[in-house]
């Protein structure tokens, strides 16, 4: 894959590049860890959004590719690592041509001794087109939003849709 950024990997080491914004989030979720995992690993996370994602796999793995649609906005990405082990589940995702941001996102979920699981969210970015370097601070807050938006789309996981606890 031809990622439009030189550090690949970098949110699976935590050893992030300069000349990037960093983001991070981290949130306890109230659903049962295997509900979470199975609803990351299957891009239940970014249909609980809105989005569109168009992957050529049903379930994340390395190698996979996909392009996530939000309104008028197209984002193509590949599978970066991929982390399925009995205590941690998760996956990156880095921006490929065509993407308006350059650099890449990672969910990792961790299993808590109650059973319930943690998920962190990272993010390192730099604006990859005309319309993200115009958009500068903002572009910045609607990111911070979305980290927040997806954790809280995978706590509503097991939630139906039309839930009173509604993200938007």
Not at 21 to 46: C, G, I, K, Y
Not at 115 to 137: E, M, N, Q, Y
Request: with cysteine; proline share 8%.
């Amino acid at each position: 894959m031809e990622f439009t950024y030189p550090d690949v990997g970098a949110t699976l080491t935590g050893d992030l590049p300069a000349g990037y914004t960093h983001l991070r989030h981290s949130r306890v979720l109230r659903v049962p860890f295997e509900e979470a995992a199975e609803a990351l690993m299957t891009w239940q996370v970014q249909h609980r959004l809105g989005m569109r994602p168009l992957p050529s796999a049903p379930r994340v793995a390395p190698g996979v590719r996909v392009t996530v649609h939000l309104a008028v906005l197209k984002a193509p990405c590949g599978i970066v690592w991929v982390i399925e082990e009995q205590d941690r589940v998760g996956w990156a995702y880095g921006t490929l041509p065509g993407h308006p941001e350059s650099g890449e996102e990672s969910f990792l979920l961790e299993r808590l001794p109650d059973g319930r699981a943690k998920v962190t969210i990272t993010v390192f970015s730099r604006p990859g087109s005309l319309l993200t370097r115009l958009g500068g601070p903002l572009v910045t807050l609607t990111q911070r939003l979305f980290l927040r938006l997806y954790a809280r789309a995978l706590d509503l996981y097991a939630k139906p849709a039309d839930d009173k606890d509604q993200m938007m």
